[in-house]
Each structure stands twice: as C-alpha cells, then as structure tokens.
Nanobody
Framework: QVQLVESGGGFVQTGGSLRLSCAASGRTFSAYAMGWFRQAPGKEREFVAAISRSGGRTYYVDSAKGRFTISRDNAKNTMYLHMNSLKPEDTAVYYC???????????????????WGQGTQVTVSS
C-alpha cells in the first residue's frame, strides 16, 4: 500500500503562484509514476500533469503548459506541482496519484493510477 498526502493548496488571486506537494509513504516511491489531477465542482476529475518514475519525462494538459511544472524528489518521497500565472479556471481540488503504467505508456488516464491522496483545495479569485 501507498499513502499519499497533498498539501500547499490555498487561496490566491489571478496571476499568483502556489506549490503543491505530495508526500508518499508505504512503498518505494521511485517505483511509481506520479500524477496530478483536479476536479472542479460539478465536473469530472481531469488530468493535469504527470511525471515518470525517474523524473525524466513530464506531461501536461494543454491549459497548464508553460504555467505549471511537475517535479519529484525521490530521496524525499515527494512530488511537487509548481503553479504560476494562476487563473480562475484553475480552481479545483487537486489530487496526487501514484501508478505503475506499462512500458511506453504515458500515464494520462485515471485508470493508470492505483493510489490517490485526499486532495487539496486551490481557489483562484478574479
């Protein structure tokens, strides 16, 4: 089992920045690809960003490219999402997730992940 705990969410104004963290425990962190998803009220949970086991490959939803940066520190069992130039459309509960996708598979889908955190709220005011 893997336990994931998000932190770093909060309330910011348009154009502001936040850094989300996801701390993992229970198993070897480096064995998992990691991702961030978000869910706004009344909407489906959507992919935001993902990072490979070693951190060598990253993926982003189009709306986040150039604004968000995903990273991981395997020595600290922690993943991060640096969010800049935040917009009201970014308002959502953000979830971190861990998974073991197959070789060559980009971990972009909900079903690519086996473990989920409880979520952290990000609110961007206009």
């Amino acid at each position: 089992q893997v336990q994931l705990v998000e932190s770093g969410g909060g309330f910011v104004q348009t154009g502001g920045s936040l850094r989300l963290s996801c701390a993992a425990s229970g198993r070897t962190f480096s064995a998992y690809a990691m991702g961030w998803f978000r869910q706004a009220p009344g909407k489906e949970r959507e992919f935001v960003a993902a990072i490979s086991r070693s951190g060598g490959r990253t993926y982003y939803v189009d709306s986040a490219k150039g604004r968000f940066t995903i990273s991981r520190d395997n020595a600290k069992n922690t993943m991060y999402l640096h969010m800049n130039s935040l917009k009201p459309e970014d308002t959502a509960v953000y979830y971190c997730a861990a998974g073991t996708p197959g070789l060559g598979v980009r971990p972009l889908l909900l079903n690519d992940y086996d473990y989920w955190g409880q979520g952290t709220q990000v609110t961007v005011s206009s």
